[in-house]
């Protein structure tokens, strides 16, 4: 009975996939398609059989409140879908699409998420959803190489640089709000609501690393996000927290201090500083050579933080200064065991030798 009940509650949708199943029909005669869960029809597959739910493909709901999976009907392409309350963020749609239409698109630093359509939701006059392409989160899997995290950083650097040139400040550009595109690395795609299955939840989804199939990293989630004209004066704008708190702008003292307002385009630096911080230099080994540039990133005073113009060119020099066997050398995460470790050694070392034979680049760029 116990085993039954189980059985039942994987059944049921949880209140935010409600939406989705209530527009399938809609959205498939929009052209994608999602997956069987979200079927107004949906019988579960593990019905009449001893299959548990959380081992079947359709038993998992995907972790976003906001964003779902489909499949785009005409080629078969994996997109993701983003819905949006025009009420709450009323720049988002303005500001994406500004940034990726041309002929801003077609500049090789924009690294913001392509937008491929906006549907207006039917019968929710506030509600649109985004089209994207299906993104995987910037450090999983993780890097192999200091090559393919200085690949990432100068690509994200680039990205914000591309953003400020055009007087957008992201206002958000933590470590979640960094993608990248799959594709290149994951040919036969993988499972969206767990990444590290196959597609048809069979088996381990199997990839490329990024030397082999470079990605490009993408920029995404503009919903604080702001644009400004020439003549504005973004020095003293109101403070909207983003995902990352830590900002020293962002502290009682200093909000009460400057009357609740600082320049977003400083506190962006802060947080590119503070993602390498934590996810590359206080995580894995070796990744010294960028404190210099993080510590600077991330000084008290906004005022005295680079510009993101003063960050490529600096990073350019970091980048210079690491040689070929630093590039290629293996990151080693803080809390690898040592028994695993001794069989990624002798994998990268297989990987490395052939890059080298090969002249394949050491840093991998799309």
């Known amino acids: 009975m116990a085993l039954q009940l189980d059985n039942d509650e994987g059944a049921r949708l949880l209140p935010y996939e409600e939406f989705w199943r ?55 392409t994996m997109v993701a879908l983003k819905k949006l309350s025009k009420r709450d963020h009323p720049y988002e749609v303005e500001i994406i699409q500004f940034l990726t239409s041309e002929p801003l698109a077609s500049d090789p630093k924009n690294h913001c998420v392509p937008l491929y ?18 993104a995987r989160r910037f450090n999983n899997p993780r890097f192999d190489t200091f090559g393919e995290a200085i690949s990432c950083f100068q690509q994200i650097f680039e990205g914000i640089q ?51 199939r470079p990605p490009k990293y993408y920029l995404i989630d503009f919903g604080i996000s702001r644009r400004y004209q020439p003549g504005d004066d973004p020095s003293m704008e109101p403070i909207i927290v983003g995902g990352d708190d830590s900002p020293p702008e962002f502290t ?8 609740y307002k600082c320049n977003p385009f400083h506190t962006d630096i802060y947080y590119l500083g503070n993602m390498i911080r934590e996810d590359f230099i206080q995580s894995s080994k070796g990744f010294d050579f960028m404190q210099p540039l993080v510590t600077d990133m991330m000084l008290e005073d906004p005022t005295q933080r680079p510009t993101i113009d003063e960050v490529v060119v600096r ?25 695993f470790g001794f069989f990624r050694t002798i994998a990268h070392w297989w990987r490395r030798i052939s890059f080298i034979l090969r002249r394949v680049p050491a840093v991998p760029l799309p």
């Open 22 to 76: 209530d527009h399938y029909v809609w959205l498939q005669s929009r052209g994608y398609g999602l997956r069987p869960r979200y079927n107004p029809e949906w019988i579960p597959s593990w019905r009449g059989n001893k299959k548990l739910w959380f081992i079947c493909e359709d038993g998992r709901e995907f972790p976003f409140r906001q964003i779902i999976d489909a499949t785009r009907t005409s080629d078969g």
């Open 117 to 134: 359509e906006v549907l207006q939701v039917p019968d929710e006059e506030d509600l649109v959803i985004l089209v994207m392409p299906f």
């Open 162 to 212: 591309f953003m400020h040139t055009n007087l957008v400040a992201h206002r958000d550009c933590n470590g979640m709000n960094i993608m990248m595109d799959p594709r290149a690395m994951y040919p036969n795609s993988f499972h969206p609501a767990d990444i590290g299955l196959s597609y048809d939840y069979n088996h381990h989804a199997k990839y490329f690393t990024r030397t082999q």
């Open 252 to 259: 009682p003292a200093n909000m009460q201090r400057t009357n």
């Open 315 to 339: 990073f350019g020099s970091v980048r210079k200064s690491l040689s070929s066997w630093k590039l290629r050398s293996r990151v080693i995460k803080n809390d690898d065991i040592a028994f």
